[in-house]
């Protein structure tokens, strides 16, 4: 590869970023393909299938065949499903596509979305600023894909006192949080009540469902939530910050959670 800086063209070695397409089939059924950052691939199905309301719990899943070393296996899982497991062809099985970029697409609607029943997280939880202000640093210093290539996003689940208990990387940030939400799954761990979700872009509609589904009380990212994110958190009961850089966040739903003592003026919202 060619840099170019100060005027003068060099030749240098650089890192990528893995990408590659995997789908998920369940009997006739394609459950979904998405660009992902091969690894972690068991954790990414699993977490895949539970936020998107496949199953609802882990022993849904009877057992999952990985990728195989043909060309033609190599980025298929076969997934076996209870056979209590039941989803319509045009919902579960509609044959979506996941970009590394945009996530899901292909939903009917976002009233779709609602009617899956997906329950408040609890609210007994509260946090304190000072520790969530902590947490992003610990995220990048174990970052170790992205220091080498910058160009992956990342997931990580923290306990109540700011513990990191896992962190995920993948091209896809909505990946990075399925692999992550599917670690929580595949050792039974979900729901994660009174815990914290830190991604590395921005939290948007997909992310704050697939957190809700998790039983997480609080989303946080180092970017801008979406207004439709935001619209989301605040109707099913989220915590969601945004900006979570330095010592400065914003909350944007679920205010409650966060023991701050600082007045907000009348009519803010």
């Not at 893995?18 to 394609?30: D, T």
């Not at 979305?113 to 007994?124: D, N, T, Y």
Request: with cysteine.
């Amino acid at each position: 590869m060619t840099q170019w800086q100060d005027s003068k063209a060099t030749r240098v070695e650089d890192y990528l970023a893995a990408e590659e397409p995997l789908e998920m089939r369940a009997g006739q059924y394609s459950l979904g393909v998405t660009l992902r950052t091969p690894g972690d691939d068991e954790e990414l199905v699993a977490g895949f299938l539970f936020t998107e309301g496949i199953i609802s719990r882990r022993e849904d899943m009877v057992a999952l065949r990985m990728p195989g070393e043909t060309d033609t296996e190599r980025n298929l899982v076969r997934v076996t499903l209870d056979p209590t497991v039941r989803f319509a062809s045009d919902s579960a099985a509609r044959k979506f596509s996941a970009g590394s970029a945009c996530g899901v697409c292909g939903k009917a609607s976002i009233a779709q979305l609602r009617r899956r029943g997906l329950r408040h997280p609890e609210a007994a939880s509260r946090f304190n600023p000072e520790m969530l202000c902590q947490l992003p640093p610990i995220l990048r210093e174990t970052q170790a894909v992205f220091v080498r290539t910058g160009g992956l996003h990342a997931a990580a689940i923290f306990s109540p006192t700011g513990e990191l208990l896992v962190v995920r990387e993948d091209i896809g940030r909505h990946n990075a949080v399925d692999k992550a939400i599917g670690w929580a799954l595949l050792g039974g761990r979900l729901p994660l009540s009174g815990h914290i979700l830190l991604v590395s872009g921005r939290g948007g509609f997909e992310i704050i469902q697939k957190t809700i589904a998790a039983g997480i009380p609080l989303l946080a990212s180092v970017s801008a939530p979406s207004s439709l994110a935001v619209q989301l958190a605040r109707e099913l009961g989220l915590t969601l910050v945004g900006f979570l850089r330095g010592r400065r966040f914003v909350i944007y739903a679920g205010e409650e959670r966060i023991a701050i003592c600082a007045s907000v003026p009348a009519g803010a919202s």
